[in-house]
């Protein structure tokens, strides 16, 4: 019989040239690599090969963060071309000419037939395949390492929003803190960068990037709260979700500054600043920190406060992930056993004249009352009570940490529009973190984000042309949350001092399919994009679902001290966070 054999082909090293040698495109990276692109696959044509027959792709580029910038040129061409090579990326000093950012070594697989026998079984083969650095962790957590092909790679590498698709080298899930030095050290000694994630909520900004050599430590084995309620303070440990530390605080009479979403957990909103229902009056999670404990890049476990490693304890108060692995954290609770809470509804014909009331209301108000409004639309589900299902909504939402005497008083502008709910009133603190009706459970979501000044006539006009009554948009909802109080006032004992915005807008859709995300995101950038008059400057990162200058969340001088302590404590960039300071 006929056998085909397989030998590899090693390419000419292909970069954005045209064919006398000259540089194109030396201030675009991401035509450079497109067209270093194109003349891997002229290469390949010439020699009478196709795309699919890569078998391997080197990437070299003289800057590592400005290549993930545009990394997404070399992935939608591959998946256009069927190619499926493995791809490893090289930083180095510097490319053949002058002003080249990128070039490509490339392998193809050339199959030909033989013209002898060969004897029942599987085809010669030549190719040899490298096992990837990665191998070198498995069995590690106690069998809990999940690498490309293994049964349990895609449950382990799905993060909360599940229309996010990350494809890491590997998927770690440990279930102690000595667990995580030990995946540490092995990707470290691998040459793999590490990615800490719990949940997954704001996964999206590190999918973004390449993965080829990341570790995700996905810590949702390693759980659990203790609550000191002499001094105060609770001790959560790594993947903790709020609702835990919510239900344990409640039994000692105390509260924590958690979000809106109950299984958010509490190291990534904590290290990413928070936002609470609490923030007007207390300011961000993060100022609530007193002690982090963490696995650094050199696989020991630290712990850090204001007086141990004070730098790196500034820093982990709002800087992120890019620190090291957050095996615990410590953190002051509220002497607040209830609170006087809740949410108003309306039909979305009556948005103009709630959303003006609330805008003017909100310019007045006591640092006690946090609240935020949302243009919501719900689809016709049968598992979705009936005031909700199929309807376009108005909700306020929020607390009031004042006397129901005094919270009525407060709360009579909103209530004189006569809502057809009205759930605010005395709760326990617990219950608190149930009443921005988040979805229970992982969701398929697109977002955009951006922070607004001073809401003018203008501006809510052009906010309810988009949302409001009447508006098409695919958007679940549109939500402004107030700013200001405690959270306007800088606290310079961490890294994220304060945010710099009136109002924080957030625009979500449900991304059920690919049609659904494209079309979800176009709505949620056209709002962004009306509201830009009276946008900021600064994000609010805990919210920003897509990369951008991580600078953009802090003022001056934090920015450039959290660099600085960023590179202290990680010199060789083993750490990769989904807003990452270098």
């Known amino acids: 019989m006929t056998t085909a054999l397989t030998d590899l082909l090693r390419l000419p090293p292909q970069g954005p040239l045209d064919t006398d040698g000259r540089l194109l495109h030396e201030d675009d990276d991401a035509a450079q690599l497109a067209l270093a692109l194109a003349n891997v696959e002229g290469w390949l044509a010439e020699a009478h090969l196709h795309p699919q ?12 963060a400005r290549l993930e910038r545009v ?8 998946e256009a071309t069927s190619a499926h090579p493995v791809v490893t990326i090289t930083e180095v000093a510097a490319l053949a000419v002058a002003g080249m950012t990128v070039a490509l070594d490339a392998v193809a697989r050339r199959t030909h037939p033989e013209d002898h026998p060969q004897e029942e ?13 990665a191998e070198s962790l498995r069995g590690l957590c106690s069998g809990g390492v999940h690498l490309p092909g293994d049964p349990g790679y895609d449950a382990a590498r799905m993060p909360w929003n599940v229309a996010v698709d990350q494809r890491p080298a590997a998927v770690a899930v440990p279930h102690s803190a000595e667990e995580v030095q030990a995946v540490v050290r092995a990707a470290v000694a691998a040459g793999l960068r590490v990615a800490p994630q719990s949940t997954g909520h704001n996964a999206a900004p590190l999918a973004q990037g390449p993965l080829h050599d990341v570790v995700i430590v996905r810590l949702s084995e390693l759980t659990g709260v203790t609550i000191d309620a002499g001094s105060r303070i609770a001790r959560v440990v790594g993947g903790t979700l709020w609702q835990d530390v919510v239900a344990a605080a409640a039994e000692h009479g105390l509260a924590a500054m958690h979000g809106s979403s109950p299984d958010v957990a509490v190291a990534g909103y904590t290290l990413g600043g928070g936002l609470s229902w609490y923030a007007r009056q207390h300011g961000l999670a993060s100022h609530q920190l007193t002690a982090v404990e963490l696995v650094t890049s050199d696989g020991e476990l630290v712990r850090t406060d204001a007086e141990h490693h004070p730098e790196l304890f500034w820093a982990l108060r709002g800087g992120g992930g890019n620190l090291g692995v957050v095996t615990a954290m410590e953190m002051r609770l509220l002497p607040v056993a209830d609170v006087y809470g809740g949410m108003l509804l309306w039909d979305r014909s009556r948005a103009a004249e709630v959303l003006r009331t609330w805008a003017a209301w909100t310019r007045e108000l006591p640092e006690s009352v946090t609240t935020a409004i ?26 009031v940490l004042e006397s129901d005497e005094r919270a009525a008083e407060l709360l009579a502008p909103l209530r004189a529009l006569a809502p057809e709910m ?15 009706m988040d979805p229970p459970g992982p969701t398929p979501a697109v977002s955009h984000h951006a922070t607004l000044g001073e809401l003018t006539d203008e501006a809510l006009e052009t906010f309810l042309a988009e949302v409001g009554d009447g508006s098409t948009t695919s ?27 009136d109002y924080n807008l957030f625009c979500v859709a449900v991304a059920a399919t690919p049609e659904m995300g494209a079309q979800g995101m176009a709505d949620a950038r056209a709002v962004t994009s009306a509201m830009a008059p009276w946008s900021t400057s600064a994000r609010v990162l805990n919210f920003t679902e897509e990369q951008v200058d991580t600078s953009t969340g802090y003022d001056a001088e934090g920015w450039a001290r959290l660099q600085q302590v960023r590179d202290a404590a990680d010199p060789t960039g083993v750490f990769l966070a989904n807003h990452r300071v270098r």
């Open 53 to 64: 027959d890569l078998a391997e792709l080197h990437v070299r580029t003289t800057d590592l």
């Open 71 to 78: 990394y997404d040129v070399l992935t939608e061409r591959l």
């Open 121 to 133: 079984g599987p085809a010669m083969t030549t190719q040899h395949t490298l096992a990837p650095a």
């Open 374 to 399: 949302r243009m919501m639309s719900f689809p016709p589900l049968p598992e979705l009570p009936p005031f909700l299902s199929g309807r376009q909504l108005v909700v306020i939402d929020g607390a």
């Open 422 to 436: 009205d759930t605010f009133g005395r709760m326990p603190a617990a219950g608190l973190i149930g009443i921005h």
């Open 475 to 501: 958007l679940l909802f549109a939500e402004l949350r107030h700013l200001g109080g405690a959270l306007a006032r800088p606290d310079t004992g961490g890294a994220l001092t304060h945010l710099r915005a």
